[in-house]
């Protein structure tokens, strides 16, 4: 699930964030810090992602968001914990590079690496039109977060009827056909996503 926070002010789509945050002006935090309990599994930084490489612009396995998104992604965070859920985070800030790098590869038709897991009803030419990868994304502002809940009683991922990135009609959020159970995990990450100032993309 991907969401965004609303009111969030901050610009620097065509900027990399500094990781050294002690000497960085910026108003970014890491969510390993403002967030300590959720998860990473930052899937850009590895090869476990449509394009089967790691993505320009991840130096590190981190997520950043800005202040005010972190403050209230801890928020949703404590709401979750309280039902017996962790936040699984799956990409946060994303540099401009990073867009840069998914325009590339999109235009490269040859490059199908990744297309059973990731896209396997779509060419990967539609991607960008029809909005499942933005080249102005809410990502490289820093308000903008993928992620998904995990389970502390059975240490697993939730069920959802759906897994990160996959592009295609079970990812639409007004998607029936999946089981009650899968669309009622869906509704409490977005209730608390959206009680908490976020909006679904
Ligand atoms: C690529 C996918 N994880 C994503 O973030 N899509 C939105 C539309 C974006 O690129 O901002």
Do not use: C
């Not at 990399?16 to 850009?44: C, G, H, M, Q, T």
């Not at 968001?65 to 404590?78: I, M, P």
């Not at 056909?177 to 869906?186: D, F, P, S, V």
């Amino acid at each position: 699930a991907e969401f965004a926070k609303t009111d969030t002010i901050n610009e620097i789509s065509n900027s990399d964030v500094k990781l050294n945050l002690s000497n960085d002006a910026s108003d970014f935090v890491l969510l390993s810090e403002a967030v300590p309990d959720a998860i990473l599994e930052i899937r850009y930084y590895s090869t476990y992602n449509f394009v089967g490489t790691r993505i320009d612009g991840y130096e590190e396995p981190v997520a950043l968001l800005t202040k005010e998104a972190a403050t209230a992604l801890k928020k949703v965070s404590d709401d979750l914990k309280k039902k017996g859920y962790r936040l699984k985070i799956f990409d946060a800030y994303r540099p401009q590079k990073a867009v840069n790098h998914f325009m590339r590869w999109a235009l490269d038709t040859n490059d199908v690496a990744m297309k059973k897991y990731f896209y396997p009803e779509l060419e990967k030419n539609v991607l960008f039109p029809q909005g499942y990868i933005a080249e102005h994304s809410g990502h490289s502002r820093g308000s903008t977060v993928d992620l998904t809940l995990f389970d502390m009683n059975t240490e697993k991922e939730v069920d959802m009827g759906g897994t990160f990135d996959y592009f295609g009609l079970l990812s639409h959020p007004d998607y029936k056909n999946i089981t009650k159970e899968q669309y009622n995990n869906r509704m409490i990450l977005r209730e608390a996503m959206l009680n908490n100032g976020f909006k679904p993309l």
